[in-house]
């Protein structure tokens, strides 16, 4: 073996004495000192201790001090890292630039999203056809002077004349509706409170939306999710005068949305029963034009089958579903005779997944997967294929839809090394131009290059993965990697551009993006394979993804960091339990972490369709297995782990973290740091861009701090 050269054995030592400080810094830690209860639980006979069990309060003055201590442990560790000031100012000058949504129309009116760079929230304009002048319509920015507040629904009416926009504060899913003129701009005196998981379907001169009933006096929000219910509000009155249009108190944990067609004529109610483990939804509809005041079946069964109404045409509904088909089919199904034998295959199930389907100029416009990648069709009504969309490269595209007299459509195109670009697409030439395209301070795509890679699991199974790092790669398996996954819920993890990751890539890191089962990259057969009683899969799918980066010397265990988000999170505590010696750096952010309670929280039963429940023996014993909070091994030598979390995060509550963080503390070896930051006044996601940006400079500077690496501070912006 040849021996290094002056210039890499000094590196090399430099990295050494800067690992050797990450560890003395570990080793001085001092941990708040978690409070222990004597709580068990038992589980179809066996015992379960829940020690921190106190702090699922997180309204308490002990959860309250507890969290203060912790935070007073990690934010001084990290203000101690040199560079952390450096990551602060990257992450800001990546992300200063134009952002634009692709713009959408109703009427006479074109609506679009814009931040000019480093603004907390975007920005809603309105212009008056496709070449009017652009006038501010909402400003989130100045509704709280944090920036913390920020707009959910925005949902015109057909006619133009109003339009519902939602309120989201601190990162919360609550919403709060509010009601505005477009042509005065003028907010009405309407206010809709207790919304959530809920659509606005606009009526004639009102709208249906979904709501939670108001908590008794005294309970806070978390009390108060069940019996999900549908209301109609006629715009100009008290929502005490709303109409109730659906609910059904013997099933209180069912979700009811309510969709209208671009015509208004039907009134589409979906019904879904997650809790009770079922995938799926039912589907009911009211034709309006005929007054009916009650709903019929369209699909009266809720099972794993998913329906969701796309538009309809004519007297009957175009429907995209998954029955008899895992990659998806569109079925057109008259309401008057909805048996299946009645159906008509617009467009037949094929061996790539659908990702969408919307119509638009009389179009159907669908995009499929090939290998993750965005393909994008046009069809006829009927089904009759007309072209192909060509985009630019391997990619994510999306969009498309319209309004059936539209001539023209828009989309979006990104990948891992190409910034968002709009492009507008003319149906009748069927060509594409770019409409507005992106532009980050200071970055050369050509600098990097991305490649999808194939590697084999546990199983067999192949498992595909994006990579994105600088041209000249040398595969010395000394590449700090950043190695990121999902796996869950039928979610694609699409490759799209993230500015801040840039900071990361231009110190030589390699990033890896796996398409793990469980996700939606290959149908619904690729999600079954990671649900419930298969969820192993999806850790086996991760773990065989790291081996592969490191028996294919793109890096090696002291210099490979993981990283996800909720069900991330999940998925990093699992395989940090499971395979601790593979990573260097975990970071789970607002994960699952109990896996024998997440039921017990807000609407967490809505996972049991994904996760199974431990009320069920079978399941248990499965979700017992790798529940992040229950397996961690005492005196284990951990990854060093920094844990994310919000006090506002009502989906995945900071119990989880909470307790997690509070294990691993107690149980892990001292040779690596465990810190939770815990932020304040923000939810699942983040509740503004400066929060955001906050936390990911803080992740990649405990990142490269515990892998040893001193960052290239010039030649960097």
Known sequence: MAMPSRITRLALGAAAAAFATATILAQQLQYPATRKIDHVDTYHGVRVPDPYRWLEDDSSSETAAWIEAENKVTFPYLERIAYRKHFQDRVKQLNDYA???????????FFFSKNEGLQNQSVLFIQKGFAGTPQVLIDPNTWSQDGTVRLGAFAPSQDAKYAVYGISKSGSDWQEYHVMELATKKTLSDKIEWVKVSGVAWRGDGFFYSRYPAPAEGKEKASINENHLVYFHRVGTAQSEDALVYEDRANPQRFHTLDTTEDERFALLSISERGKGKDGNALFVRDLSKNDREFTPVISTITDDSFGVIDNVGDALLVETNRGAPNWRVVL???????????????????????GVRTAGGKLFATYLKDVATRAYVYNLAGTLENEIALPGPGTAGGFGGQRDDTFVFYGFNSLNVPPAIYRYDIATRKSAVFRQAKVPGYNPGAFETKQVFYTSKDGTRIPMFLVHRKGLKLDGNNPTLLFAYGGFNVVQSPTFNAARLALLEQGFVYASANLRGGGEYGETWHQQGMKLKKQN?????????????????????????????????????????????????????GVMDMLRFHKFTIGWNWIADYGSSDSAEEFQALYAYSPLHNIKAGMKYPATLITTADHDDRVVPAHSFKYAATLQERASRENPVLIRIDTKSGHGASSLTKQLETTADIYTFILHNMGITPNLTGTH
């Open 99 to 109: 952002k634009y949504s692709a713009p959408s129309h109703k009427g006479p009116y």
């Open 333 to 355: 199904i008259d309401p008057k005779q909805p048996a299946e034998s009645n159906w008509k295959t617009i467009l037949p199930e094929r061996a790539e997944p659908i990702g």
């Open 538 to 590: 999806v850790f086996d799918d991760f773990i065989a993804a790291s081996e592969w980066l490191i028996a294919n010397k793109y890096t090696s265990p002291a210099r490979l960091a993981v990283q996800g988000g909720s069900n991330g999170g999940l998925l990093v505590g699992a395989v940090i339990n499971q395979r601790p010696e593979l990573f260097r750096v975990a970071i789970p952010q607002v």
